[in-house]
Structures are given as C-alpha cells and as structure tokens.
C-alpha cells in the first residue's frame, strides 16, 4: 500500500493522466471517487485518511458489482463492459484481494478467538472478521465463510 495519506495525491495525478490520455471512463471513476472524498470531507470537516478514503473506493466498487447482476439479467453488454471496466480502475485503489481460502483462514482464528459455537454467535464473528479483514474482501464473501464455517 502506499504511505500515509498518499491516495488523495495519487487520485489527482492519475486524473491528470487521465485527462491527458482522453481515458474517459479512468477520468469519469476517479473524478466520482474524488468528489466522495470531498462530500464527506465537507458535510463531517475533516480530512479523510487513506484508510477512510479506501473504504469509500470500496463502496463504490461494491455498488457497481451490485448493479452488474441486473445488466447481466437484461443483457446490456455495453453497460456491463463499462462497469467492469470501472470495478477494475477502482480495484488500483484497493488492497490485494484475499482469496477465499485467506478468507477462511481469518474467519477461523476469529471464531477461535471469539469461542464461538453457532450461528447465535454470527454477529460478533462478522464484526471482528470484517475489522481484521477490512477493505480486503466484501462483507457478502465475509458473511458467506461466516456462514458455512459456523453452521
């Protein structure tokens, strides 16, 4: 990952890139992630850290990773191109994606850590796998190992 609070200047050059190539949708993902930044820079009067701004590049890609089973179900290719296209530019910003064995492997020790025993206990493993795990994974891959290991 990059040094402390380094994301925001890394968004502008490569806006600036962006801009230059004429790489429309590269320019239209980081101008959307920046003016997050800036809306709840805004409405909370703080300056956001890289781990904050992370975050906000993961919703985004979650949402759009949402909306792509629609666009398969009416089969839009040219939507569905575009999104994935958007999900792969956001996913620069993100850290390296655990594979579901990594996953697993957390979600393990969490449950070890946490003495839990059932589904009873799903809360408190989900809260403390997705502090550990963080922008690493989506919560729904989180909630799917929390589920299988615990049932």
């Not at 179900?73 to 958007?86: A, P, T």
């Not at 502090?131 to 615990?150: F, M, Q, R, Y």
């Given at each position: 990952?990059?040094?402390?609070?380094?994301?925001?200047?890394k968004l502008l050059e490569d806006?600036?890139?962006?801009?230059?190539?004429?790489?429309?949708?590269?320019?239209?993902?980081?101008?959307?992630?920046?003016?997050?930044?800036?809306?709840?820079?805004?409405?909370?009067?703080?300056?956001?850290?890289d781990d904050q701004i992370i975050?906000?590049?993961?919703?985004?890609?979650?949402?759009?990773?949402?909306?792509?089973?629609?666009?398969?179900?009416?089969?839009?290719?040219?939507?569905?191109?575009?999104?994935?296209?958007?999900?792969?530019?956001?996913?620069?910003?993100?850290?390296?994606?655990?594979?579901?064995?990594?996953?697993?492997?957390?979600?393990?020790?969490?449950?070890?850590?946490?003495?839990?025993?059932?589904?009873?206990?799903?809360?408190?493993?989900?809260?403390?796998?997705?502090?550990?795990?963080?922008?690493?994974?989506d919560g729904k891959t989180i909630?799917?190992?929390?589920?299988?290991?615990?049932?």
């Amino acid at each position: 990952m990059l040094g402390e609070d380094m994301l925001k200047e890394k968004l502008l050059e490569d806006l600036k890139n962006s801009m230059k190539d004429k790489n429309i949708t590269r320019k239209n993902v980081i101008q959307m992630v920046r003016a997050a930044i800036l809306q709840v820079e805004k409405d909370k009067r703080i300056t956001l850290e890289d781990d904050q701004i992370i975050d906000i590049i993961a919703k985004e890609s979650k949402k759009r990773k949402d909306s792509l089973g629609d666009y398969e179900k009416s089969g839009r290719e040219d939507l569905i191109n575009e999104i994935k296209e958007e999900i792969e530019i956001l996913a620069e910003y993100l850290p390296k994606q655990l594979s579901i064995e990594e996953v697993e492997a957390i979600v393990k020790d969490v449950i070890a850590t946490e003495n839990a025993t059932s589904m009873k206990d799903m809360g408190k493993v989900m809260k403390a796998a997705k502090e550990k795990i963080g922008a690493a994974s989506d919560g729904k891959t989180i909630n799917e190992v929390v589920k299988k290991l615990l049932s």
